[in-house]
């Protein structure tokens, strides 16, 4: 079965600063993996995702991940935080069955990142 | 324009009530999905309707029924409320029916129906 860990809840940052929110996760085919936000009383939107080729993807707002086979972690990224950057974060995973047909997307538990001004 | 909308936004009920919450997207996606947010903020998939077939998660009990009139709607139904569904429903879309169009396919999401049942 496939799972999504973010083992932090809550990730506060000062704005200026580098920030990392962690996700690790588990599948049994090829990882197809993504990055959602969701800002108070909104649906949550894409950010980035990677499927084959760079480790290093790009997203909206500045984000970037790192996708790392050996550690099946997905960490998110950015340079230097804003304050308009805080809101939840959700990290996500799918992949193919062997029937061939795509499992259903399975969310992390999703983390709180504040950045503080 | 929306791509993703549902109606209503906010939605309060009694227990025993009968309710229903629709969703269309205008992206021309050929997946449709509800997902319930709980207080904690846990997401989990309910249902995915791809290419007519519906995708029931067996957690879900039988008192929610999705139904799709077309490929660009997907409502859903609920029977006989209880107070643990109160939540926030989410409708989403993506694009690609088959197995790595589908799974590589990033979800637009609608804006969210919260529904209190009392």
């Known amino acids: 079965a496939q799972s999504v860990a973010q083992p932090e809840d809550q990730v506060n940052v000062a704005e200026g600063n580098p920030l990392t929110v962690k996700c690790t996760y588990s599948?049994?085919?090829?990882?197809?993996l993504f990055w959602y936000v969701q800002y108070p009383n909104r649906g949550l939107q894409f950010l980035l995702k990677?499927?084959?080729?760079?480790?290093l993807v790009k997203g909206s707002y500045g984000f970037e991940a790192e996708f790392n086979k050996s550690q099946t972690s997905f960490h998110l990224k950015k340079p230097s935080a804003l304050v308009s950057d805080s809101a939840l974060y959700f990290c996500a995973v799918r992949d193919i069955g062997s029937s061939g047909s795509a499992r259903q997307l399975t969310f992390g538990s999703g983390t709180q990142l504040t950045v503080l001004p | 324009d929306t791509a993703v909308s549902q109606t209503p936004k906010y939605l309060v009920t009694q227990m025993g009530n009968d309710k229903s919450i629709k969703c269309e997207q205008n992206l021309g996606h050929d997946t449709m999905y509800w997902y319930k947010q709980d207080s904690k903020k846990f997401l989990k998939i309910m249902f995915s309707y791809n290419n007519k077939e519906l995708i029931i998660n067996e957690t879900v009990p039988n008192r929610f029924s999705p139904k799709s009139p077309d490929k660009a709607h997907l409502n859903l139904h609920i029977n006989s409320l209880e107070l643990g569904d109160s939540a926030v429903y989410f409708c989403a879309s993506s694009q690609g029916t088959g197995g790595y169009l589908l799974a590589t396919g990033e979800l637009f999401f609608g804006e969210g129906s919260r529904l209190t049942v009392l």
């Open positions: 599948v049994s085919g090829n990882p197809y």
């Open positions: 990677y499927i084959t080729g760079d480790n």
